[in-house]
Structures are given as C-alpha cells and as structure tokens.
C-alpha cells in the first residue's frame, strides 16, 4: 500500500541553529497534511498542519512547505531549542470516505545540543 | 479544556486478564479514535468513532473491543490478549466536522502483556 516516509531517521542540530525534517508521501489523493512532535512518554503534539491548496504555511518558529509535484513535506524549525529534541512525525490524510483515517511517516528523532 | 485524558498510564495483564483502557476528552469534540503504537515506531490507527458510532475498524483482532458511552468518553476493553499486544495506546480526538482534522492525543497507556 502506499504510506509516508521520511529521508532521515535522525537529525542533531546545535542550539540555535535552523532545522529540516523532511518527508516524502506516495498517496497523490492525499489532501491534508500534519506534522506532529512526540517526547518520550507522551503522546504526539500538534505543530502545524497544511492543506494541499497550499504550499507554505507558518507558524510560530515552525514553517511546513508542501511540493505536490514530487510529493515532499518539510518542516522548519527556526532557532532550535533543546526543547524541540523529540520524534516528528509527518502524517497524512487522504479525505473523502477515508475520514479520521491519519496515516503516519516513520518519524525522524531531533537531537538539539546545548 | 483542550485535554484528553487517559487512565491508566500504566497497565501491565497476563494472557488471562481482563481490563479496560479509558479515554475522556472535554473538547466537545465528535470523533474519537484509537491508535497503537509499539517502540520506535509511528502511530497505527485501530478505530474511529464518529459521533458515537464505530465508523472504522482497520481490522483489529477481536480481542480488542472499544466502546463510546457517549460523546466524551473512549474505553478499549481488553481480553486475553497476547504478548505482542504490548504496546503504547494513544487514544484521540477531534471536532467531527470535516475529513480534514487534527486530532488531539492523549498520553497513552504503556501496556505490557505477559
């Protein structure tokens, strides 16, 4: 079946510095997508999300770019924290009858040091 | 409120047992899932519920029962499951509008089968 997945397991970044995590999905039907922090012992946190009329959407210190034509999500983190170390995971839905149905990337593990 | 709450936080049965895994949320939110997550892996849906009504199953054994008392309540009842059930549960939720939703997490259970 097709599914999410992401170019890098793992990402360690200096205190400070921006951050990438990227994600490529298979699904072209797929219309809204999410991005979401798990830390250890908790269950995943909403960062932002986008849909797929859109190909740039910003938050606070987080921005998600959407490229259709290659099917690719990132998300970026300005100014990383040692806060942020955490797994992220990028998520999709594929809207119509597949309602509530998320789909999950396998994660990439942000390492931020001091 | 923007919680959803689950208990325990910690469940560890043997084979034999019978228990419950309980969600609550006061978001008024309409659509209730539950997902399983093993280690180091992403989150993998179970079952949707939609104002109150299982409206998708992802063919989860029947050892695994849900219910929705009513709109703000979750339970996943448990019963003679086996070693490899052991897992983190998240149960979620979200408005109920639209196919197109985040869904809150709850922390999960971390439930260990012996």
């Known amino acids: 079946g097709e599914s999410v997945g992401l170019h890098l397991p793992t990402l360690s970044v200096q205190e400070g510095d921006n951050s990438i995590i990227n994600c490529a999905y298979s699904?072209?039907?797929?219309?809204?997508f999410i991005w979401y922090k798990q830390e250890s012992g908790k269950g995943p946190q909403f960062i932002i999300d986008?849909?797929?009329?859109?190909d740039k959407r910003q938050g606070q210190r987080v921005t998600v770019l959407l490229n259709k034509t290659v099917k690719h999500l990132s998300l970026q983190i300005a100014a990383t924290q040692p806060g942020d170390s955490a797994v992220y995971f990028c998520a999709e839905n594929l809207g119509g009858t597949s309602y509530g149905k998320l789909t999950f990337g396998q994660g990439t593990i942000l390492t931020v040091h001091p | 409120d923007t919680e959803v709450t689950q208990t325990p936080k910690h469940l560890v049965m043997g084979m034999t047992n019978k228990k419950s895994l309980k969600c609550e949320q006061h978001m008024g939110h309409r659509a209730m899932y539950w997902y399983k997550q093993k280690a180091k892996k992403p989150p993998e849906l179970m079952f949707v519920?939609?104002?109150?009504?299982?409206?998708i199953n992802e063919s989860v054994p029947s050892r695994f029962s849900p219910e929705c008392p009513n709109s703000s309540l979750l339970n996943l009842h448990l019963h003679a499951l086996q070693p490899e059930d052991s897992a983190l549960y998240l149960c979620?939720?979200?408005?109920?509008?639209?196919?197109?939703?985040?869904?809150?997490f709850g922390s999960g259970t971390q439930l260990s089968v012996l």
């Open positions: 519920y939609s104002y109150e009504k299982l409206s």
């Open positions: 986008i849909r797929s009329n859109m």
């Open positions: 979620a939720s979200s408005q109920g509008r639209t196919t197109n939703e985040k869904l809150f």
């Open positions: 699904n072209s039907a797929s219309d809204y």
